[in-house]
């Protein structure tokens, strides 16, 4: 069974300051995703940035980026010049290619500070 | 675009009662989610629907728990009885199709308080 790791219950950054939350995985499968999603207070969960595990440029989105360890089954997220408004839960997900149910991990608290 | 549409926002009930949550997906979507997401936990899926054929119900605690998807488009869940473990923000979701190609939209979900 695949199972997503995040163990930094809690992470704090100043503003304009960059903040890396960490993620690991476990799985066997040779195709599969992984995800990024933020869940502000709203509850909506939204997409931050994806990975596909065949690829390996790392992904990038605006002042989103991820490292992508395929070996050491890790995909980190790195804000850069980080804002009030990325306040908020960040969840690691994963979705085998032959699925289309994602798994979650427990999720990290970004605390974003003046 | 409308997004995933879901209802009540919030619903306390006592334990052993029933509850019923609602949900629109995005037009046009053909997979549909509901997850499970206690408190401090990442969401859970406890069905999944392609059209309205259930395609996972594996995480479903089916003495309990019950939901359909009506025409391939809304869907309701359902608790009968509530137990205060279900205590829950409750997600629904959807996708064009099954996963990664079609990125999947979460509504705002609902939380249940059973007391």
């Known amino acids: 069974a695949q199972t997503v790791t995040q163990s930094q219950p809690e992470m704090s950054v100043q503003e304009a300051e960059t903040v890396t939350l960490s993620c690991t995985y476990d799985?066997?499968?040779?195709?599969?995703?992984l995800f990024w999603y933020k869940q502000p207070p709203s509850r909506q969960m939204i997409l931050v940035i994806r990975?596909?595990?065949?690829?390996?440029q790392n992904a990038t989105e605006n002042r989103f980026s991820v490292n992508f360890q395929k070996a050491a089954k890790s995909f980190s997220l790195k804000i850069s010049d980080s804002q009030l408004g990325d306040a908020a839960m960040y969840f690691c997900?994963?979705?085998?290619?032959?699925?289309?149910?994602?798994?979650f991990g427990t999720g990290t608290r970004l605390q974003v500070t003046l | 675009e409308a997004g995933v549409a879901q209802s009540p926002r919030y619903k306390i009930i006592e334990k052993r009662q029933s509850v019923a949550f609602w949900c629109n997906p995005i037009?046009?979507?053909?997979?549909l989610y509901w997850y499970q997401q206690i408190l401090g936990q990442g969401p859970k899926l406890l069905i999944q629907?392609?059209?309205?054929?259930?395609?996972?119900d594996s995480q479903l605690p089916k003495d309990r728990f019950s939901a359909e998807r009506l025409k391939g488009v809304d869907s309701t869940l359902k608790i009968q009885p509530a137990k205060l473990e279900d205590s829950a923000v409750y997600l629904c979701?959807?996708?064009?199709?099954?996963?990664?190609?079609?990125?999947?939209?979460f509504g705002q979900g609902t939380r249940l308080t059973v007391v």
């Open positions: 799985t066997s499968e040779s195709d599969y995703y």
């Open positions: 629907f392609q059209n309205n054929g259930v395609v996972d």
């Open positions: 997900a994963y979705l085998a290619g032959t699925a289309s149910k994602l798994t």
């Open positions: 979701a959807s996708s064009l199709d099954r996963g990664v190609l079609g990125q999947t939209f």
């Open positions: 037009s046009g979507h053909a997979t």
């Open positions: 990975q596909e595990a065949y690829k390996q």
